[in-house]
């Protein structure tokens, strides 16, 4: 079973900048698409950004230009550079990945908080 190991959140104040990590191990079969999701209370699960295996990616109109979603040598593993954080980017944030064979699967959330 693929399992997503999220880590790099936390408590910082508005304009400060945060950085997630998501490790994927126990891949089976190639990445797709890997992707963050956050969730505020009371709000439904919304995407942030996704990279493709190509190197395409999406942005939410709400953080276009703030964050950037990249990968690097490290095997499996995608960031999410969060810059000029706003309050509202409190949430928690979820890792996602989807294989070649269509399965996805989800980490466990890590929580951000921007303060005022």
């Known amino acids: 079973q693929v399992q997503l190991e999220e880590s790099g959140g936390g408590s910082v104040q508005a304009g400060g900048s945060l950085t997630l990590s998501c490790a994927a191990s126990?891949?089976?079969?190639?990445?797709?698409?890997q992707a963050w999701y956050r969730q505020a209370p009371g709000n439904e699960r919304e995407l942030v950004a996704r990279i493709t295996r190509s190197g395409q990616m999406k942005y939410a109109d709400a953080v276009k230009g703030r964050f950037i979603i990249y990968r690097d040598t490290t095997p499996n593993t995608v960031f999410l550079s969060m810059s000029s954080l706003k309050p509202e980017d409190s949430a928690v944030y979820y890792c996602n990945l989807q294989d070649v064979i269509g399965d996805i699967y989800w980490g466990q959330g890590t929580q951000v908080t921007v303060s005022q």
């Open positions: 126990k891949m089976r079969t190639s990445i797709n698409y």
